[in-house]
T-cell receptor
Framework: EPEVTQTPSHQVTQMGQEVILRCVPI?????FYWYRQILGQKVEFLVS????????KSEIFDDQFSVERPDGSNFTLKIRSTKLEDSAMYFC????????????FGQGTRLTVV | QKEVEQDPGPLSVPEGAIVSLNCTYS??????FMWYRQYSRKGPELLMY????GNKEDGRFTAQVDKSSKYISLFIRDSQPSDSATYLC???????????FGTGTRLQVFP
């Protein structure tokens, strides 16, 4: 069964460092998303990406964050200068032919900023 | 009032019980409703996806949406210990990509 794959599963970084979280969405999907979940809190929307550009972003997704689809298979989230409060699980998701189709999530990358 | 409210539980039931999980919401623009299952430190796994009001059944799972009451439910029949997880409701309005999640209800099914 096709699935969304995320790497690494766990990343530890020092405050102020840049991190790149990687995702391989389901192959025929066209919409891509990043969500995050701070420990003990709700899953929160960060950004959606369609047709090689950001479709929508939340107020959390400030200038420190960027997304890219560098080739036909990968989708990345970059955090330029990490803060302690960026520590969270980051989930990539993808959906098919339209935004109104089901979104499938990856297993997540646990980011720990020390 | 929170946009999506969900009782955090935990809900503890014996194996074989019927489980009822619920969410209420305040935004009448929500039209797409989902239930996800999340095991500890894992990603949300889609269980049910419904559009607008009505019922949908898939195996032991039934999702109900009552838009007039702004209330959605997930029923699990013949619950199994492997159903022990956190269940997240999520919903979206028509012209947005953003899923709004509930806080999740932790379910424990004991043998």
């Amino acid at each position: 069964e096709p699935e969304v794959t995320q790497t690494p599963s766990h990343q530890v970084t020092q405050m102020g460092q840049e991190v790149i979280l990687r995702c391989v969405p389901i192959s025929n999907h066209l919409y891509f998303y990043w969500y995050r979940q701070i420990l003990g809190q709700k899953v929160e929307f960060l950004v959606s990406f369609y047709n090689n550009e950001i479709s929508e972003k939340s107020e959390i997704f400030d200038d420190q964050f960027s997304v890219e689809r560098p080739d036909g298979s990968n989708f990345t989230l970059k955090i330029r200068s990490t803060k302690l409060e960026d520590s969270a699980m980051y989930f990539c998701a993808s959906s098919g032919q339209g935004r109104n189709t089901e979104a499938f999530f990856g297993q997540g990358t646990r980011l720990t900023v020390v | 009032q929170k946009e999506v409210e969900q009782d955090p539980g935990p809900l503890s039931v014996p194996e074989g019980a019927i489980v009822s999980l619920n969410c209420t919401y305040s935004n009448s623009a929500f039209q797409y409703f989902m239930w996800y299952r999340q095991y500890s430190r894992k990603g949300p796994e889609l269980l049910m996806y419904t559009y607008s009001s009505g019922n949908k059944e898939d195996g032991r799972f039934t999702a109900q949406v009552d838009k007039s009451s702004k209330y959605i439910s997930l029923f699990i029949r013949d619950s199994q210990p492997s159903d022990s997880a956190t269940y997240l409701c999520a919903m979206r309005a028509y012209n947005t990509d953003k899923l709004i999640f509930g806080t999740g209800t932790r379910l424990q099914v004991f043998p």
